[in-house]
Structures are given as C-alpha cells and as structure tokens.
C-alpha cells in the first residue's frame, strides 16, 4: 500500500470512530441547523431535495423540533434554519416540512429577493424567492429572518454601513410581510465576519437574538447576539447527519472556522467513498 493510500485509510478509519463514538455530553443545550439551498444548485452548501426530506424524517422522529424563537430558551430541542432565501426552500423544503408539521426560519438578503445572491451564479437553480414567496412562506408560519440587505461581510463595513444594512432589511421585511422580525443572521457567520460593532447594531435594531456559523450547540447561557448552529452540506450523508444531531461531532466545535468546515467535509468524504 502506497503511503498516501495507508494515511487515507488510516483517516477513515479515524473518522468512523469518531462518527461511531460516543456523543459529546450536551445536557440541556439546544442544536440549531443551517441549511443553504435545498434542490440542484452546484454548489457545496446545496443539500438534495431526497436528502432533505431523508434527514427531515429522521429528525422529526427524536426531537421535538420548535421555532426558533424557542431554541435559545429551551433545552434538548431543534430548530431548522435557511441562510439566504434560495426559491428552492420554497419549492422543495416547504413542502416537506409542512408534511412534518415541523416550523422553520429563512433568513433573508431583501435587495437580492427575486434575483441572486451572487453574480456569477445567474441560473435558475440559484434563484432566490421572490417577495410574494417570502410573504407566503411567513403566512404558513415561517419566521422570517434577517440577513442583511446585500450580503456584506459586516466586519469590513463602517458603522453607519452596517446600520443601513442590518437595520434597513428587518424595517423591508416588516414592512413587506407585516409581522416584527427577531433574528438576524450574520452573513457567513464565522467569527471573524462580525465585530462587537456589529453586536451592538443588531441589538440597537431591535432584534432580540442573532445567529452565527460558529460550528456547535447551545447551552442555556449562550451569548444570545452569537448563537451556534451546525451546518448541513451535500457532503453529509443520513450517517453523519445523525452523528451531527446526536452530538459525536461537537468534540469538532473547537473548529469554528474555515478549516473546521473543510475537516468535516472531507471526513464526510472519506466515509462516502465507502
Ligand atoms: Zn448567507
């Protein structure tokens, strides 16, 4: 065996003890996921709409899965997140989730609504919803969330940027959807993407919790302005799903950053390939 062939198989095996390990204690924390797109999108943080609705069932099966609003405050639960508003929560998650009875947040960038999020990503696979979708998905009870107004990484933004952005798409969403909006989500999320600036101006806007990407659960004390979740990638399959939900991968929640996002994609990895 070639060298680079034993250091592979001596990784998965690694990685099947750890996703086969024991689950990290988590008494009276609560999880919140994040998923992006849900259908064909090419993209790494697309989940398929059979994975999804495969994951969905599962979940609603071993936890109570509540609105967002309660996660933080609440121990042993769920909440289901979408960063960003991609059409396809509309078309494809909305559909399974309303079959489960299970509640959800999208987070939303309101200039962006009805176009896309990024421009070099124009096809239709990536829409995002429209005004009239975002509207719908609130009427079924979805929260609706902020996201900014442009997907801006805040950090690098001057104080009255970040206002505009932060406070500008929670006044477009309530003004659109008629109901107040109480969570934002940092765009990106990890901790280099938000400053204490941007802590003050998400609570000075008057939304009562945010979220991060900060990889992990949630105690009872939590810093409310930087709630952790754990993100869902097409990497993950209803195997690594699981050992996300049950707490074996939170010995990984040290690795809030990019790299920890590249480790687990690439245990994923190794363990799809069999
Ligand atoms: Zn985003």
Redesign the pocket.
Known sequence: MRAGERLKSGLKLAARGLIAGRPWPRAGCSLILTY?SVGARAHEMNVTPAAFAEQMVWLAGVLPVVPLTEAFARAECVAITF??GFRDNYTEAAPVLARLGLPATV?V?TERLGAW?DRDERVPESRLMSWDEVSELSAAGWAIGG?TLS?PMLSRLSAAEQRREIAGCKAQIETRIGRRVEAF?Y???SALDYTDVTRAIVRESGYVFAVSNRYGVNAPAEDRWALRRVWIDRTDTLESFRAKVEGRLDRLAWFDHALGIRARRFMNQLLRAG
């Open positions: 992006h960063d960003d987070f960038v999020l996201h997907h989500a765009p990106f999320g």
